[in-house]
């Protein structure tokens, strides 16, 4: 934006006040910080709770039904809420489905984040918009954004050019692009500058990295790996095909690469694997497990899964189930199949019944409890670095082993907060979500 354009923006939107709502993955929240900063730096207020805004910014999420539902509700309860404002919509709903969104009442715009910040100055200084960016070919928008006092979330990749037959992502994220090596780390080293303690890398296909600058992903980890002040880093979720010997390799000796990962399996049947048109059979799947197991005997390894996809037998699941049983990783994170209009999965035979979806997903969430409660106990008793997040008043407080474990600590002096320190793992706490643990040798 030229200077005379930013008086202008300025002008327009001085004063102003705005609410941003975000739906969805953290990629999302990311972005809806960094639209909240250029708001903010084009002089719009952002509205404290009660107050009545001129614009509400919705970042709508669209990977199943339910989420098109939500953000559809989100809309209409914001446009109650504020019956005067200027709604204005981006995400990925707005990019697969402008149209719907357009027409929900209250809605002014329906834009692409790249554009939003020009539209809604258009909006207010001539009443018009300016285009409709959604269906434009999409450039990396960098984003960082503060999740808890020392948690920050790193937008590193957006896209994916692997179109699963279930997935819209890809048509509503664009292709797979990244910001540059030295860009990332300098957001890093404002996050250490803010107080960040911890990044997590986010992305939609995180492990793709590369496909604008040809630079490597693992180049990227070990130079974040040296920003002085981020003691800890995690990788928000990352394909197995992707997961290569040199990155676990790299994070088993890193100063700052948590021994946690999260990758999608999807489905413990290669012929649903292949109805998925994933990159990767259960037999490697299960060799990729055990690499990390290899390299970081005690990782925390989080799966995702999708249940009652269509074309899935009882039989699949079955053969699934006993794989998921025998894998040696912490914990599943279940998801049941949703239609997704204009995707390939549709044309699959044998739609699986909500019943059935329903009776899937109970069985692996119970998979998944058993699993995590395994995993927990075989480490009480050790002593390993926490990183102390927040203290509701009154309430314990809560942390991160390395390898994530959730710890309850006590006893605790309020300074320590923030700050990592060693504790010794003891119980499961009352409500039977975190282990107990006391801290040892914190000056
Ligand atoms: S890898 Fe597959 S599931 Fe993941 S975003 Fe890309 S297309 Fe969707």
Redesign the pocket.
Known sequence: MNYFSYLCSVNALKGKKAVYLTLGCKLNFAETSTIQQQMEAAGVETARNGEVADICIVNTCSVTEVADSKSRQAISKLHRKHPEAHIVVTGCYAQLHPEKLAALEGVDIVVGKEGLLNNVISLFRNNVITETETRKVQPFVPACARGERTRFFLKVQDG?D???T??T??FARGRSRNGSIASLVRQAEEAAEQGGKEIVLTG??TGDFGKTTGERFIDLLQALDRVEGIQRYRISSI?PNLLTEDIIRFCSQSRAFMPHFHI?LQSGSDEVLRLMR?RYDTKFFAEKIDEVRKYIPDAFIGVDVIVGMRGETDEMFAQAYRFMQALPVSQYHVFSYSERPGTKALQIPGKVSPKQKHERSQHILSLSEKKLHTYYNIHKGQTRPVLLEHNRKGGPVHGFTDNYIRVEVSPLRGDLEGSIVQVRLGEWNEKGDALTGETVNSK
Do not use: G, Q, S
């Open positions: 994916c692997y179109f699963c279930y997935c992502i890809p939609v296909n394909e999608p994933r």
